[in-house]
């Protein structure tokens, strides 16, 4: 089967090379599931890079997100069918043609979700809805602020928040995108730097910021917790400009604001498998119904990765899937 690897940690675009390896065959109590659509994430790049929260052994398949399709089935194995869509166990990577899991770990998709929002199912929407539901006790009506609007999280959170009556305060970085996440929903959108701290009481009618989503670092992420209202949260869960934040001493003094992190991988290992299913379950709600819906920006085979990979450095609103070839 073809394989997108890596040998050593670096670029991706310096170490990642299509390879032809054995595909492997389910044992007893397995699974085989064959790839159909792979997410590009910026955490892939961390895996690749050797700079992530949790590596992998090397050679290593790059990628951890997809949805594949149950192809064989190992001895002893009851309750799953050939032809399901399933998570594509992606524990020891995701872009390649064909996996074995455990039959007791996967994670069925339900009829309904389509095919490309499957395949971004699993990490940022659940994300997105843990942000919402599990950091502070929100209510309809209350207002929260987020950065990289435009991200998948953010995307989600939009829609998420606004099925759960939440209303938001989008950063971003372009203009352009300011038309196109109103129309997802967002309450208002505004440009990093453009002093729109300032602006905050307006936009709220003087509600308090309960709640900051930072994906962001720097300026970005100060500047959010300079808007919450009194005891109000920041969480950090993604640092994409890579510098340190500085303390804001006087907000957390006066403010008594709070900065907490957050990560799905360490979630979904303290709560474990029934729980996470229980979040995608809400996710494929949304997805289903339609209220829940990543933007695609391309869709390309594994031979053109690399042009994947240039695609995913450019400006978009919109995730990239890779694909097997054949
Ligand atoms: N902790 C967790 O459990 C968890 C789970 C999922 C995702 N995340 C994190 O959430 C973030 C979004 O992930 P995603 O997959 O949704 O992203 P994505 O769809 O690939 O979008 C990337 C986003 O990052 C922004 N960005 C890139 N470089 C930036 C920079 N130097 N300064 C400011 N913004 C920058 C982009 O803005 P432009 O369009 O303006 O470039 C875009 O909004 C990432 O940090 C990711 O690691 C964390």
């Given at each position: 089967m073809l394989a997108i690897r890596h040998?050593?940690?670096?670029?991706p675009t310096d170490v990642l090379r299509v390879e032809d390896v054995d595909a492997p065959l389910p044992e007893v109590g397995a699974v085989r599931v064959r790839l159909l659509a792979a997410a590009l994430n910026p955490s892939d790049y961390g895996m690749i890079a050797g700079s992530y929260g949790r590596l992998r052994e090397l050679p290593a398949i790059a990628g951890r997100e997809g949805v594949g399709v149950i192809d064989a089935l190992g001895a002893h194995?009851?309750?799953?069918?050939?032809?399901q869509w399933v998570r594509f166990p992606g524990d020891d990577g995701a872009w390649c043609e064909y996996a074995c899991a455990s039959a007791n770990h996967l994670v069925a998709v339900p009829k309904g979700v389509p095919l490309e929002q499957a395949a971004l199912s699993f990490v940022n929407p659940p994300t997105a809805f843990c942000l919402l539901t599990k950091i502070v006790s929100l209510k309809g009506g209350d207002w929260i602020v987020q950065n990289a609007s435009n991200s998948a999280v953010g995307v989600a959170v939009i829609q998420l928040a606004k099925s759960m009556g939440i209303h938001t305060i989008n950063l971003v970085r372009?203009?352009?995108?300011i038309d196109p996440l109103r129309d997802l929903g967002a309450d208002h959108v505004v440009l990093e730097g453009s002093d729109w701290t300032r602006a905050t009481e307006a936009m709220t009618n003087?509600?308090?910021?309960?709640l900051a989503l930072n994906s962001i670092g720097g300026e970005s992420a100060i500047d959010q917790i300079k808007v919450l209202g009194k005891g109000g949260t920041q969480v950090t869960f993604g640092g994409m400009v890579g510098d340190k934040v500085r303390f804001p001493t006087r907000f957390l003094i006066f403010n008594d604001v709070r900065l907490v992190g957050f990560w799905w991988d360490n979630w979904s290992r303290e709560n474990g498998l029934d729980a996470v299913r229980s979040v995608l379950n809400q996710v494929y709600r949304y997805m289903s119904e339609g209220s829940l819906k990543i933007p695609i920006s391309g869709n390309y085979p594994f031979s053109q990765f690399s042009d994947a990979l240039a695609h995913d450095k450019s400006p978009r609103l919109g995730k990239i899937l890779l694909h097997p070839d054949s």
């Open positions: 040998h050593e940690f670096g670029k194995v009851s309750g799953w069918e050939v032809g372009r203009e352009e995108l003087g509600a308090p910021i309960r």
